[in-house]
Nanobody, 127 residues
Framework: QVQLVESGGGLVQTGGSLRLSCSVSGGTFSSSNMGWFRQGPGKEREFLAVISKSGLRTYYTESVKGRFTVSRDNAKNTVYLQMNSLTPEDTAVYYC????????????????????WGQGTQVTVSS
């Protein structure tokens, strides 16, 4: 059974940084593109970043480009999201997701393209 567990969330001041981790068990990590999403209060879940299964390709939504960096360590079955220059608008529950794929060159950005999800970790940015 595939399980994703996020960690690293918390409370941070405006301008601060956090690094989220997502540990994956169940044997699908190295064959999966990995995405990060977030859902703020009263908002829909939104795409943030995706990294290909090889780690060679990444894609970001415009609002986090230059501030967030996605990376992965296939030896540790873990994907990371480094978040810098945080603002209160970044306050949300952050989720990682996995989609097993044969197509390393296609980077998924929609929630319905992902098969497995973590439980989420809360990030709160104070002003």
């Amino acid at each position: 059974q595939v399980q994703l567990v996020e960690s690293g969330g918390g409370l941070v001041q405006t301008g601060g940084s956090l690094r989220l981790s997502c540990s994956v068990s169940g044997g699908t990590f190295s064959s999966s593109n990995m995405g990060w999403f977030r859902q703020g209060p009263g908002k829909e879940r939104e795409f943030l970043a995706v990294i290909s299964k090889s780690g060679l390709r990444t894609y970001y939504t415009e609002s986090v480009k230059g501030r967030f960096t996605v990376s992965r360590d296939n030896a540790k079955n873990t994907v990371y999201l480094q978040m810098n220059s945080l603002t209160p608008e970044d306050t949300a529950v952050y989720y990682c997701a996995a989609t097993p794929t044969l197509r390393d060159w296609v980077l998924e950005t929609r929630t319905d393209e992902y098969n497995y999800w973590g439980q989420g970790t809360q990030v709160t940015v104070s002003s």
